[in-house]
């Protein structure tokens, strides 16, 4: 029996592939079908895995559902697909419309790779847009969730460019196509400080995207493993192509769940009352704090603030705040409180603190 070259085996499993699904084979899984021909053909696999695992830059795109768990614990299972499948099925239309490579779904997450294994001159690019893409089709599963009675879901989305090791990584019994490195741990952590509905690029990928996305100032975090701060900004619109990202919240900042002492004392007419008073901040952020105290404190009322950050050794003093809001937990009061004036040495160790609690919760 004549042979058929691999070539062509290879051209009339695409074939098979797009006309019984009406979805073209992605590139990682002709990389793969490639890796198997290869093996049949009597190269082994350890020969196949070296010749696949290469140097390239690639875009890591990595979006993850937020609240998911709290929703999979709360509904039956048969609700919890219900709003899965359909949310993956239009993530991964939108991703294979911009020549995205699905690396892998994690649960929840998805991780999506430009640049591997076919790299194209506009990766960068395309990440982005698919990015933004992907945020507006949540706003619209959204309101069909509304209508039918589900809740909402929300996603955050991070974005890194570097150089990473992109090939087979496995073994003889399975086998995947995928990137390791640290530009892809950075995606992760760059994910992590998303917000729902936030779409954040490293700086890498700023400097391939700025005259293409309207993005938002500059933002620096501490990153795990880093020295330095890593430098981000949030994306806002892509005008050539008329994409804006819907934000579906307005905080300018993660708030993460805190028992911290404060005092506090009351400011009228800009005099600093003398008494001080006790309560617990409940949560905190870059910008703000929701607090529990007995004494009621009028809505935009003026208050300085006192508290210890332990995870970084440090007092937060002359932190001056106004209540913005406010409602009752039983017989105690919770008050949420924005920041108006922060010495920069506070500015610095609160935003440490929270982002130090951040990855905390991740371990």
Same mark, same amino acid.
């Given at each position: 029996?004549?042979?058929?070259?691999?070539?062509?085996?290879?051209?009339?499993?695409?074939?098979?592939?797009?006309?019984?699904?009406?979805?073209?084979?992605?590139? *990682?899984? *002709?990389?793969?079908?490639?890796?198997?021909?290869?093996?049949?053909?009597?190269?082994?696999?350890?020969?196949?895995?070296?010749?696949?695992?290469?140097?390239?830059?690639? $875009?890591?795109?990595?979006?993850?559902?937020?609240?998911? $768990?709290?929703?999979?614990?709360?509904?039956?299972?048969? #609700?919890?697909?219900?709003?899965?499948?359909?949310?993956?099925?239009?993530?991964?239309?939108?991703?294979?419309?911009?020549?995205?490579?699905?690396?892998?779904?994690?649960?929840?997450?998805?991780?999506?790779?430009?640049?591997?294994?076919?790299?194209?001159?506009?990766?960068?690019?395309?990440?982005?847009?698919? *990015?933004?893409?992907?945020?507006?089709?949540?706003?619209?599963?959204?309101? *069909?969730?509304?209508?039918?009675?589900?809740?909402?879901?929300?996603? %955050?989305?991070?974005?890194?460019? %570097? =150089?990473?090791?992109?090939?087979?990584?496995?073994?003889?019994?399975?086998?995947?196509?995928?990137?390791?490195?640290?530009?892809?741990?950075?995606?992760?952590?760059? =994910?992590?400080?998303?917000?729902?509905?936030?779409?954040?690029?490293?700086?890498?990928?700023? @400097?391939?995207?700025?005259?293409?996305?309207? $993005?938002?100032?500059?933002?620096?975090?501490?990153?795990?493993?880093?020295?330095?701060?890593?430098?981000?900004?949030?994306?806002?619109?892509?005008?050539?192509?008329?994409?804006?990202?819907?934000?579906?919240?307005?905080?300018?900042? /993660?708030?993460?769940?805190?028992?911290?002492?404060?005092?506090?004392?009351?400011?009228?007419?800009?005099?600093?009352?003398?008494?001080?008073?006790?309560?617990?901040?409940?949560?905190?952020?870059? /910008?703000?704090?929701?607090?529990? #105290?007995?004494?009621?404190?009028?809505?935009?009322?003026?208050?300085?603030?006192?508290?210890?950050?332990?995870?970084?050794?440090?007092?937060?003093?002359?932190?001056?705040?106004?209540?913005?809001?406010?409602?009752?937990?039983?017989?105690?009061?919770?008050?949420?409180?924005?920041? $108006?004036?922060?010495?920069? @040495?506070?500015?610095?160790?609160?935003?440490?603190?929270?982002?130090?609690?951040?990855?905390?919760?991740?371990?």
């Amino acid at each position: 029996m004549k042979l058929v070259p691999k070539l062509q085996m290879l051209q009339r499993i695409r074939e098979i592939v797009a006309r019984d699904t009406g979805q073209p084979l992605s590139d *990682a899984g *002709a990389a793969e079908v490639e890796g198997v021909l290869r093996q049949q053909g009597g190269e082994s696999y350890p020969s196949v895995l070296g010749k696949e695992f290469l140097s390239r830059e690639v $875009t890591i795109v990595l979006a993850d559902l937020r609240g998911f $768990t709290a929703i999979s614990s709360a509904h039956p299972p048969g #609700v919890v697909i219900q709003l899965l499948n359909p949310c993956l099925i239009k993530m991964s239309e939108i991703i294979f419309r911009h020549k995205g490579t699905i690396d892998k779904f994690m649960g929840d997450s998805i991780m999506v790779l430009f640049g591997a294994p076919v790299s194209r001159e506009d990766d960068v690019l395309r990440a982005l847009a698919c *990015a933004v893409e992907m945020q507006m089709a949540m706003s619209t599963l959204n309101l *069909a969730h509304k209508d039918q009675g589900l809740p909402e879901l929300y996603m %955050g989305i991070g974005i890194n460019t %570097g =150089e990473v090791l992109a090939g087979m990584l496995g073994s003889e019994q399975y086998s995947e196509y995928t990137v390791i490195g640290d530009e892809v741990n950075l995606a992760s952590r760059i =994910e992590a400080f998303s917000l729902r509905g936030q779409v954040l690029i490293s700086q890498s990928t700023y @400097e391939r995207c700025k005259d293409f996305a309207q $993005t938002s100032d500059v933002m620096d975090i501490h990153v795990k493993g880093k020295p330095l701060p890593v430098s981000l900004r949030e994306v806002i619109a892509i005008p050539s192509l008329g994409l804006k990202v819907p934000r579906q919240e307005i905080r300018r900042s /993660h708030r993460v769940g805190v028992r911290l002492p404060f005092t506090h004392q009351r400011i009228l007419g800009g005099i600093i009352l003398p008494a001080a008073h006790s309560g617990i901040i409940r949560d905190i952020g870059y /910008h703000g704090v929701l607090i529990e #105290v007995d004494e009621d404190l009028p809505t935009y009322s003026e208050v300085k603030l006192g508290f210890d950050l332990p995870l970084v050794d440090f007092q937060a003093r002359d932190i001056y705040a106004k209540i913005v809001g406010r409602k009752e937990a039983g017989s105690r009061l919770l008050l949420g409180v924005e920041f $108006t004036s922060v010495p920069p @040495e506070a500015n610095l160790k609160i935003q440490l603190f929270v982002q130090l609690l951040i990855f905390t919760d991740l371990k």
